[in-house]
């Protein structure tokens, strides 16, 4: 399942990061990172941004970014 499917409120663990290049190494050093537990807070209005709670602290990403990220639930 990709992160960007996730509700509000449901929790997931982060198996990959399929993009390469840049964005993955971007994503990374955020902290999404293989393993790690992973919290959806909000999604805007449109839908674009999403808000999640990764390594106790809050973190935006695009749809985009959050479709190469796949988590199990």
């Not at 409120?9 to 190494?25: C, D």
């Not at 902290?31 to 805007?44: Q, R």
């Amino acid at each position: 399942m990709k992160l960007r499917d996730l509700r509000p409120g449901q929790f997931g663990t982060v198996t990959s990061i399929g993009e390469k290049g840049p964005m993955r190494k971007r994503l990374m050093d955020m902290g999404v990172t293989p393993g790690t537990s992973i919290k959806v807070i909000k999604v805007a209005p449109l839908g674009d941004p999403i808000e999640v709670n990764i390594r106790g602290y809050e973190l935006s990403l695009r749809k985009n970014e959050a479709q190469n990220i796949l988590v199990e639930i």
